[in-house]
């Protein structure tokens, strides 16, 4: 008699399926330099902290083995991997190790995206609050987007000032359509 056995799975901290910036990332760190990938991580975690760093992905241009696109798809899931996990508050290290793993990122490079958000290295877990965001367009895309809360306070204001002077010219007789 056979009896099923139940697998568990777990879903991990990136959802279902990977980013697709992410699994392009996957395949182009497997055989790049241990300092390589750091340089491109520090950059990146600068720039999760806040920090403009236009300077420092040119400097990693021109100083990288590496093409702009293969540069641009690399700091692309690398941030995704960063910023999704802060988003977590509750992910653990092991979890978030874990995963890594299955996503086949080299070990010598997994230990440097442990480091930043767990280790010596930690980048800050109490970022600036933001909004997320989503948007839906007439031409069925949806786009998903971060904003500081001061850009959305200062969104919301602006939304009902418009609304506000919207209704006062309505209420102008001169605008008023008369049959």
Known sequence: MAMAVAVEQRISFLGLKPPREVEVMVGLVRDMDASCFCSILDVVAASLEGRDCSRDV??????????????????????????????????????????????????????????????????????????????????????????PVSKFQELRYNVAQLLKEMSDLEKRSILRIQD
């Open 58 to 147: 040119q400097a990693l241009a021109s100083s990288l083995p590496l093409s702009r696109e293969h540069l641009s798809h690399v700091i692309s899931g690398t941030y995704t991997i960063l910023q999704t996990a802060l988003r977590l508050s509750t992910l653990k290290q092991e979890m978030f190790k874990d995963d890594l793993q299955h996503l086949r990122i080299p070990e010598k490079h997994l230990a440097e995206f442990v480091n930043v958000l767990y280790g010596k290295n930690v980048l800050a877990r109490a970022l600036r609050p933001s909004v997320l965001m989503q948007v839906s367009l007439t031409d069925g895309f949806t786009h998903q987007f971060e904003v």
